[in-house]
């Protein structure tokens, strides 16, 4: 009787615990797919084009008062602040080189000195500083990792350079590609939006514009995570550029960025690579002890040590850790 | 209990799984579910109909020179008239095709309007937007050239007046001297070049008026307008020659140059001098021009008269296009 009842007790706990976890589970699926318009897989009405066209004006104001227009010596482009003192994010395509003044210009026409910091050519991600001490108006950044494809985005630019007539342009468009250093949207740009910045409907920075070809949905960005992950270096030191890596080290693996990390998709034959035994499907974790987050950090990392340098990596294969040490080789010519 | 508790949750979990699984397994967007894709096109519903039902094909030789807009029930078009020069038939999105009879041309707006010719009383003719009160950052839609599909995208941008454009012959001036005024380059295909004139000529008279600097040359072109003629006297090797030439736009001409021009393909001819216009990117060709454009209630808020570039339209608004209308049609 009394162990019966124990357990009578103990299965109405159970049957409460099992609807407070139903509960929650409702809850938490709610919360994933909920029923803000933009978070959809697709509009399905025009409630829902109402609802992300709201939503766009009411992240436009905050979005567009970080917004420059960067005027260098040789051509115009745009930029996105995103701190107080100043520090400016757009394409390295723009700066062009390091230590280079400019002049940045605000939404309202007002000119403002910069200087160009570092950058690289391979993901095109740049930064430059206004050399003006003041208080400026910046945006945030989204976490690396925040974006997925089919997120909607809008973009904001100075196409042409700054037109006080025509004022800034938005376009929306969805995340349709993001991958290594390349993000691709039909949110659509045109030259002189290059560096201009690309929004989440959060209101988060997710990239900066980059490039396009003649396709109306081939538009290229450079996803934030690229800066988050060589902030230090882009921030302080050159802009990394081909030429410049022409001299450093070679490694010798063709890489990817997948969700477990960076995988090694080609070992190239007598290569350092190759010959320290990397071989294909392993995931790439450290080089010198130093963390890698993203390919372009890895290539970066590489190419800024010089040819018979040693280096050590860690590796994962098949789920253990293992170290490899290598003497770095020289860069090919062709290698782009 | 414990063994349903656990199939239950084993269920839900799978469920979770399916459902992150189903949002991440391809490494692209697929085409139906971009901003242009099907799936958001049919999220503009009756907007959409309303689209394909008040836009015709203007056609000459069964070739697309430009769209038009159905204004009344009787078949009344309005069109950008610098592009349906020779328009003979409009073709509707059921397929009928009527001939067409030009009616009215106003150069100011660029805007032409043609009857179809029918008996019909029954065309779908659009609702202008009412009030004029400027529309902010608003979706906007417009038919596709097949009139089976639509384009939409954003407006952006100040409504803003766009300012006239001069003529230009698409040629660089270089150093002033005793033989003329040297042209150091001639934009290929531009104007000059059509017409004969070569880099290393000297220019001397334009329109039988001596020039000696280079101001004097912008400003007697630059005074005419894109399509006029110039007779331009040059020094050519120690000989005199003499060409017609049969002025440019400037945005066309240099833009040639331009990198953004090769990536946008083909543009307006005529796309300044606008009274008022709106900005939007509707991804449209330039043959796409002269159709209406739309908001989410299925108004039409103007007409697309200049393809700018790859991301820019020029529209003229309902307000400026309105009175315009109302007087063609009571001065028929």
Known sequence: MFAKLVFS?????????????????????ADISDDKSWHKRVPEKINDLIAIQDRLRNLLPDAQKALVSIEASDGAGSGIIVSEEGLVLTAAHVIGSTGKKMFVRLPDGKRLPAISLGGSEISDAGMLKITKKGKWPFVKMADSGTSK???????????????????????????????????????????????????????????????????????????????????????????????????????????????????????????????????????????????????????????????????????????????????????????? | MKKIFSLLSSIILFWVCADADSNNTSDILSKEYRL???????????????????TVRLTRNDKLIAMGTIVSPDGLILTKASSCV????????????????????????????????????DFQPITWKDDNASIGVSWVLSAFTELNEIRVGITSGKQRKIGREGGVMGVMLGSEGPSGILITEVVPQAAADKAGVRAGDFVQKIDGRSVKKREQVVNIVGKKDPGDVVVIKVLRKEVDKEFKITLGHRSVTFDMFNRNMQMSGPVSKRKDNFPLILQHDLPLPKEAMGGPIFNLEGECVGINIARVDRVTVFTLPAEIIKQKVDSFISNQ
Not at chain 1, 187 to 201: A, E, I, T, V, Y
Not at chain 2, 39 to 54: C, D, I, M, P, R
Not at chain 2, 107 to 112: G, K, R, S, V
Request: aromatic letters at 8%; proline letters at 3%.
């Open chain 1, 9 to 29: 007790q103990l299965d109405k706990l159970m049957v409460i615990r099992l609807i407070f976890f139903l509960l929650s589970m409702v809850a938490g699926y």
């Open chain 1, 149 to 336: 494809i089919g997120d909607w985005c809008f973009g904001l630019g100075h196409p042409g350079g700054f037109d006080k007539e025509r004022g800034i342009v938005v376009r929306i468009g969805r995340v349709i590609a993001n991958k290594d250093e390349t993000m691709q949207t039909d949110s659509r740009l045109l030259g002189g939006d290059s560096g201009g910045p690309l929004f989440d409907f959060d209101g988060n920075l997710i990239a900066i514009h980059s490039r396009v070809s003649q396709l109306p949905d081939q538009n290229f960005h450079v996803p934030i995570d690229c800066f988050h992950a060589n902030w230090e270096f882009f921030k302080n030191k050159p802009v990394i550029t081909y030429e410049k890596m022409q001299g450093g080290g070679f490694f010798g693996v063709a890489c990817e960025e997948i969700e477990k990390g960076l995988i090694v998709r080609e070992v190239i034959p007598e290569t350092a690579a190759y010959k320290a035994g990397v071989q294909s499907d392993d995931l790439l974790l450290e080089i010198n002890n130093e963390r890698i987050n993203s390919r372009e950090e890895f290539i970066i990392l590489v190419s800024s040590l010089k040819p018979g340098d040693e280096v050590k990596i860690l590796l994962d294969r098949n789920g253990s850790e293992l170290s490899v040490k290598a003497s770095l080789g020289t860069r090919p010519k062709s290698e782009k």
């Open chain 2, 36 to 54: 242009n894709g099907i799936y958001t096109q049919n999220a503009f519903g009756l907007a959409k109909e309303k689209a394909l039902h008040s």
């Open chain 2, 86 to 121: 020779g328009a003979r038939e409009a073709t509707l999105s059921s397929g009928d095709r009527f001939n067409l009879r030009i009616k009215k041309r106003n150069e100011d707006l660029d805007l032409a309007l043609y009857q179809m010719i029918s008996d019909r009383k």
